[in-house]
């Protein structure tokens, strides 16, 4: 009876796939877009920030090829990149746009390969294109996050792999600490409740470590108590490892006091939402269909946010290893519920991940980033045209159609299903005759043949995930999740967490990544393979995550394990 559950819905599978949509993307408005290529950075890079000073596009700081910080900016002017040398490298730093027309630039790591902080701060002149040291801040920091509010002064908090706290500048030259924070946090959000507040939360603890608690977020005030906010423990917010400011996602109204923002939130389950706050009010916005996370075979990967507020929209970047495609999220904030869009490019392989920005024409801008590794970031600098509009899939101009094959596809299935059980019923299997003898026998012997206590279930249950595992090695896809294990083995989620738990003291994730670790050791072993290459082949979902996991488990770095056990 399961087989053939598994072939009917593999049958509805591909009639949404045949038909263009997966089914929690019903209902969705999908574009195509062109995209243009600008002309190369000077330096590829990674780990920077991007934003519109004085009309210009300027990118400024990050780390380039070898994971070596870059103490550089460029601006793009008259069809041309222009390098300017900043007084301090800022790879996982800050660069704040400030009202007063500079850009505050502070912070980062302080060595190569995303080592260290340091607290270095200076000014960039956009009009001039110089740089100015002027100080340090109160605490040396990187992965953080940093937010303007009145008078010119900057609420800064975060770090990576060290003590964490909330300061203060004073939007001239000093930095000063202000408080304590009830949990530390690594690139957290900062959104103002009011002209001289903010609160602070963050998916992330100062390791990277998903869930700073295991049941809650705490969220920080500058002025004020921490507070709890529930909404999140259901949903929460898309952690990034480069830090970002509060405008990237400020939907309100500052001359009127409106201080809302909209968040990207991902679920246990790994749905896609969104979740509006306004002053210290979390409520998750609701759309007119669920978040596709999968298109034509492709696996989303959703990753940055960026508000165009002149036309109520948010947009989503995302992109597929698999295909290289780009993809962007639409989110229409204030129609209700929220129509979506998902717009797709070709595959652009010089392309990767990176925080977007949106230039004056309402389009998205993707300069340098990842593909890869963070040991070769990109030098290419895309424009996806999302506006104007790009001219509908001919796709949805049928869309009632759509439903018609859907509707004969499940009318396919159901005939299947029901000639392969007639004929299941026509010729018994003879594993099917083994089930009914025992079952008798478990009625007229109970003493003899008792139901399996749950310690042999659990035994049995786990042979078979690690048959799956290493017959399948299903470690090997990225975003592999509980859910999808358990179906395969058919149980659910909550008894093969509770058997991982019991038989093997562990997690579910720490399970997942024993096996990866295993695969990344056989692929080290083998002269020619670089570490940097070994994360994405072994399933992991980036660098940070395979070294810190490595280590833990191993005992030893992936460079160190390299060097003493070649073949």
Avoid at 97 to 111: D, I, T
């Amino acid at each position: 009876m399961k087989r053939h559950l598994i072939i009917i819905l593999t049958l509805l599978a591909s009639a949404f796939s045949l038909a263009g949509q997966s089914p929690e993307g019903v209902g969705l408005t999908q574009k195509k877009v062109e995209t243009e290529q600008l002309p190369d950075l000077n330096i590829p890079r990674y780990g920077h920030c991007t934003f519109f000073a004085n009309g210009e596009l300027t990118v400024i700081g990050g780390h380039t090829t070898g994971f070596v910080p870059t103490a550089t900016a460029e601006f793009f002017r008259d069809g041309a990149w222009h390098t300017v040398h900043t007084v301090y490298p800022h790879d996982y730093g800050q660069g704040i746009p400030m009202k007063s027309g500079k850009v505050l630039v502070c912070g980062g790591v302080s060595e190569p390969l995303g080592v260290g902080q340091t607290c270095s701060a200076e000014w960039y002149n956009p009009a001039t294109h110089a740089c100015e040291g002027f100080g340090c801040m109160d605490m040396k920091r990187s992965n953080f996050s940093a937010t303007e509010i009145d008078s010119g002064r900057v609420v800064i908090s975060g770090n990576w792999y060290s003590d964490d706290d909330v300061e203060l500048f004073d939007g001239h030259s000093t930095f000063a600490h202000v408080k304590e924070v009830a949990a530390k946090r690594s690139c957290p959000y900062i959104l103002r409740t009011a002209t001289d507040n903010v609160m602070i939360f963050s998916s992330l603890d100062t390791k990277h470590s998903n869930g700073i608690r295991p049941d809650s977020i705490i969220v920080d005030q500058l002025r004020g108590e921490p507070f709890h906010a529930p909404l999140l423990d259901e949903w929460r917010p898309l952690a990034y490892d480069i830090p970002r400011t509060s405008e990237l996602f400020f939907i309100g109204n500052e001359a009127g006091d409106d201080y809302a923002y909209l968040l990207p939130v991902k679920n246990t389950e790994g749905q896609i939402g969104f979740v509006k706050t306004r002053g210290t009010d979390f409520s998750l916005l609701t759309t007119t269909c669920a978040v596709p996370t999968t298109f034509q075979g492709d696996s989303i990967r959703y990753h940055f946010p960026v508000v165009d507020r002149q036309r109520g929209r948010s947009y989503l970047a995302g992109f597929s290893q698999k295909s290289k495609r780009v993809y962007v999220l639409r989110v229409d904030y204030t129609e209700h519920p929220a129509p979506l869009t998902l717009y797709y490019t070709d595959p652009l392989f010089a392309t990767g991940l990176t925080w977007p920005i949106l230039n004056a024409d309402g389009n998205l801008i993707l300069a340098g980033g990842l593909a890869e590794s963070n040991y070769n970031p990109l030098w290419s600098v895309v424009v996806a045209r999302i506006h104007p509009e790009a001219p509908m899939m001919a796709a949805q101009a049928s869309f009632p159609w759509l439903w018609v094959g859907l509707g004969a596809a499940f009318v396919a299935a159901l005939l299947a299903y029901l000639i392969l059980y007639r004929a299941r019923r026509a010729t018994p299997r003879k594993d099917d005759l083994a089930g009914e003898t025992d079952e008798a026998n478990e009625t007229e012997k109970p003493t003899a043949t008792a139901t399996p206590t749950s310690s042999v279930a659990n035994d049995e249950l786990l042979q078979r995930v690690c048959q799956l595992m290493e017959e399948q090695r299903l470690y090997l896809n990225s975003s592999l999740k509980m859910t999808d294990v358990a179906t395969a083995v058919g149980c659910n989620r909550n008894a093969l967490s509770a058997c991982i738990n019991n038989l093997r003291n562990c997690s579910f994730s720490k399970f997942v990544n024993t096996y990866r670790v295993e695969h990344a050791k056989q692929l080290l072993s083998q002269p020619d393979t670089r570490v940097s290459e070994v994360w994405m082949e072994a399933g992991f979902a980036n660098e940070t995550t395979f070294f810190r996991t490595f280590k833990a488990i191993v005992g030893t770095t992936p460079s160190e394990w390299k060097n003493r056990n070649q073949l």
